[in-house]
């Protein structure tokens, strides 16, 4: 069953109970702490006498990601055998971190896709696309509008290298939860979520080009490898870019579907085979939607990163759609990030989706490590990701972070 029928109550928990092995698959969705959506899975562990839970990346924010998931596996046992209070785990020193990694040693496993023998995918391709002097402008404009407010101009920026006509309209919670690590659906403070106040001259500049540099940059690259006779996936975030992309590589000839959460199960199954089978040539996704549980690696092996977002379990799980257990050894993979570049910043200009492209890359590399050592990541807080994600964006030294604590 999916994770919303955990809160049937006492009828799922009377099946658990009786003899069930419990199998939490992505046991990251209940990673925080006194969540809406945790109280449920752990009130369902309770009754469950044997239990196991997966997952890519135990600890995506902190080691206080590990208190839910041992009170899922241990409901009976977390207080006399682990016994982490939330503060301890939350900011914790070497010391803590050595006794958590001991304590649990004996009942974790962690396999690389190295260990698996999965072919190693390509270097990544880069697109490096200049912005127009109308989205720079725009830029200097959501800047100053946004700048005590982090993850609201996170994705304004993402809209307006996209669809500078976004920047017009409210963002959807929908569009939210996919930037963050954080269930940002329960975060205090709230991002803004409603239309920009724009001047008239700045409301034209954001409706003056039919499509942004970045979506023609991405088109010119899906045709070029749909002329090459390859299927592509390309990942988004916001439904309107996906519309806009399937409407412009439809002018060009090109079949391409989207499959997002308001695509109907039935619909999707339909979109995914024809995908397989090579009817449809392009698919148009976000990893919100799709980033689990679709294997596509036998049909597929280029993906273009349109939009894209710190998130680092999302971005692992799209990787992993084209790229998994059972491909021949001499299959290649491609990854393609496109990267909207602004004038600015120093020397090759200043770039949101070079710097979160970077600070992934950074993400990524620590849970190898961890992975090769046996021991759980670090983990990464909203803050220090912000902190890295838009260094060169603001004057003299000013930092979003500063901005926000100073509310």
Same mark, same amino acid.
């Given at each position: 069953?999916?994770?919303?029928?955990?809160?049937?109550?006492?009828?799922?928990?009377?099946?658990?109970?009786?003899?069930?092995?419990?199998?939490?698959?992505?046991?990251?969705?209940?990673?925080?702490?006194?969540?809406?959506?945790?109280?449920?899975?752990?009130?369902?562990?309770?009754?469950?006498?044997?239990?196991?839970?997966?997952?890519?990346?135990?600890?995506?924010?902190?080691?206080?990601?590990?208190?839910?998931?041992?009170?899922?596996?241990?409901?009976?046992?977390?207080?006399?055998?682990?016994?982490?209070?939330?503060?301890?785990?939350?900011?914790?020193?070497?010391?803590?971190?050595?006794?958590?990694?001991?304590?649990?040693?004996?009942?974790?496993?962690?396999?690389?896709?190295?260990?698996?023998?999965?072919?190693? *995918?390509?270097?990544?391709? /880069?697109?490096?696309?200049?912005?127009?002097?109308?989205? &720079?402008? #725009? %830029? +200097?404009? @959501?800047?100053?509008?946004?700048?005590?407010? *982090?993850?609201?101009?996170? /994705?304004?920026?993402?809209?307006?290298?996209?669809?500078? &006509?976004? #920047? %017009? +309209?409210? @963002?959807?919670?929908?569009?939210?939860?996919?930037?963050?690590?954080?269930?940002?659906?329960?975060?205090?403070?709230?991002?803004?979520?409603?239309? #920009?106040?724009?001047?008239?001259?700045?409301?034209?500049?954001?409706?003056?080009?039919?499509?942004?540099?970045?979506?023609?940059?991405?088109?010119?690259?899906?045709?070029? #490898?749909?002329?090459?006779?390859?299927?592509?996936?390309?990942?988004?975030?916001?439904?309107?870019?996906?519309?806009?992309?399937?409407?412009?590589?439809?002018?060009?000839?090109?079949?391409?579907?989207?499959?997002?959460?308001?695509?109907?199960?039935?619909?999707?199954?339909?979109?995914?085979?024809?995908?397989?089978?090579?009817?449809?040539?392009?698919?148009?996704?976000?990893?919100?939607?799709?980033?689990?549980?679709?294997?596509?690696?036998?049909?597929?092996?280029?993906?273009?990163?349109?939009?894209?977002?710190?998130?680092?379990?999302?971005?692992?799980?799209?990787?992993?759609?084209?790229?998994?257990?059972?491909?021949?050894?001499?299959?290649?993979?491609?990854?393609?990030?496109?990267?909207?570049?602004?004038?600015?910043?120093?020397?090759?200009?200043?770039?949101?989706?070079?710097?979160?492209?970077?600070?992934?890359?950074?993400?990524?590399?620590?849970?190898?490590?961890?992975?090769?050592?046996?021991?759980?990541?670090?983990?990464?807080?909203?803050?220090?990701?912000?902190?890295?994600?838009?260094?060169?964006?603001?004057?003299?030294?000013?930092?979003?972070?500063?901005?926000?604590?100073?509310?």
């Amino acid at each position: 069953m999916n994770y919303e029928a955990t809160n049937l109550g006492d009828p799922l928990n009377h099946v658990v109970a009786d003899g069930a092995l419990l199998v939490f698959d992505e046991v990251h969705k209940f990673k925080r702490v006194g969540g809406k959506r945790a109280a449920s899975a752990l009130e369902v562990a309770r009754y469950a006498e044997h239990t196991i839970a997966l997952t890519g990346t135990p600890i995506p924010n902190s080691y206080l990601d590990v208190y839910n998931l041992l009170h899922i596996l241990y409901p009976h046992d977390y207080d006399w055998y682990f016994g982490f209070r939330e503060s301890v785990l939350k900011s914790p020193d070497q010391r803590v971190v050595d006794a958590v990694n001991r304590s649990i040693q004996p009942f974790f496993c962690r396999t690389s896709k190295r260990m698996l023998g999965v072919p190693e *995918p390509n270097p990544d391709h /880069i697109v490096g696309v200049p912005a127009s002097a109308a989205e &720079s402008n #725009l %830029l +200097g404009v @959501v800047r100053s509008a946004l700048g005590q407010d *982090p993850l609201a101009l996170i /994705i304004r920026i993402l809209q307006l290298e996209s669809d500078p &006509s976004m #920047l %017009l +309209g409210e @963002v959807s919670q929908a569009d939210l939860e996919t930037i963050s690590d954080s269930d940002v659906d329960e975060a205090s403070p709230a991002p803004s979520l409603e239309p #920009l106040a724009l001047s008239e001259r700045d409301r034209r500049l954001a409706l003056s080009d039919a499509s942004s540099t970045k979506t023609r940059a991405c088109l010119d690259l899906v045709e070029n #490898l749909v002329g090459e006779g390859k299927s592509v996936i390309v990942w988004c975030i916001f439904v309107q870019s996906m519309d806009n992309l399937i409407e412009a590589l439809g002018r060009r000839g090109i079949c391409a579907e989207k499959i997002s959460g308001s695509v109907p199960m039935e619909e999707r199954t339909r979109i995914l085979r024809d995908f397989r089978v090579g009817t449809l040539e392009v698919l148009v996704t976000n990893p919100h939607t799709l980033a689990e549980s679709v294997s596509l690696h036998m049909s597929c092996h280029d993906a273009v990163y349109f939009e894209y977002s710190y998130n680092l379990v999302h971005l692992l799980q799209s990787k992993d759609r084209i790229n998994r257990l059972g491909l021949p050894d001499d299959q290649y993979t491609q990854y393609h990030f496109m990267q909207s570049v602004f004038p600015g910043g120093e020397g090759e200009g200043w770039s949101l989706d070079r710097n979160i492209y970077e600070r992934l890359g950074e993400k990524e590399q620590v849970m190898l490590d961890a992975i090769d050592h046996g021991v759980l990541e670090s983990g990464s807080t909203d803050e220090r990701d912000w902190e890295i994600i838009f260094r060169g964006l603001f004057d003299d030294g000013e930092n979003v972070n500063d901005d926000r604590r100073g509310q």
